[in-house]
């Protein structure tokens, strides 16, 4: 099994939107609606920000949203700001197994 | 609020066995849920290790399964990682954390630093 596939690096503008895409199989994303998305700020624990698709936990700001097209999740951060600055990682159910994406950076400029 | 927290020894020499245990408060493991390690190289990404669930199963990564062993002790609540034959490539930081059948992993340890050298 491979990992997910991320673009390495992202970048918006304060108040713009970004989407980071997350591409999988048919055996793990394609299959089952259960991606999950974590923020990961330098030296801290992974955040989680979105599951199972497209839900977000409680205190997560609705300018975090999730979606799925085919074997390729996504992460849609709206209304940029200083403190999205991050890397993100997509993760998938896959049977008995779990697989997460290589991460993205994303910048802030 | 569930917290986890990782303890073990930071330096483990290569060819030897790292150890570390994963303490959960707040939730008591044997009430359910799966229970995994996660790895993050240093400047690298995430990679699942494997998990356990509270009634023992346990679930390994693939490209890890022959030197992995998980396990789970309710009464202390806590669960291990054990990773043998280790290697420099081994070296990263090392997350306990909680997950759900869909693999939504809520909550997370802070991470232990463990070093493979000599």
């Known amino acids: 099994q491979s990992a997910l596939t991320q673009p390495a690096s992202v970048s918006g503008s304060p108040g713009q939107s970004i989407t980071i895409s997350c591409t999988g199989t048919?055996?793990?994303?394609?299959?089952?609606?259960?991606v999950s998305w974590y923020q990961q700020h330098p030296g801290k624990a992974p955040k989680l920000m979105i599951y199972?698709?497209?839900k977000r936990p409680s205190g997560v700001s609705n300018r975090f949203s999730g979606s799925k097209s085919g074997n390729t999740a996504s992460l849609t951060i709206s209304g940029l700001q200083a403190e999205d600055e991050a890397d993100y990682y997509c993760c998938s159910y896959a049977g008995s197994s779990t697989l997460f994406g290589g991460g993205t950076k994303l910048t802030v400029l | 609020q569930v917290q986890l927290q990782e303890s073990g020894p930071g330096l483990v020499k290569p060819s030897e066995t790292l150890s570390l245990t994963c303490a959960v408060s707040g939730y008591s493991i044997s009430s359910g849920y799966y229970w995994g390690w996660i790895r993050q190289p240093p400047g690298k990404g995430l990679e699942w290790i494997g998990s356990i669930y509270h009634s023992g199963s346990t679930y390994y990564n693939p490209s890890l399964k022959s030197r992995v062993t998980i396990s789970v002790d309710t009464s202390k609540n806590q669960f291990s990682l054990k990773l043998s034959s280790v290697t420099a490539a081994d070296t990263a930081v090392y997350y306990c954390a909680r997950h759900d059948y869909s693999k939504t992993f809520d909550y997370w340890g802070q991470g232990t630093l463990v070093t493979v050298s000599s």
């Open positions: 199972e698709g497209s």
């Open positions: 048919s055996s793990d994303v394609g299959s089952y609606n259960l």
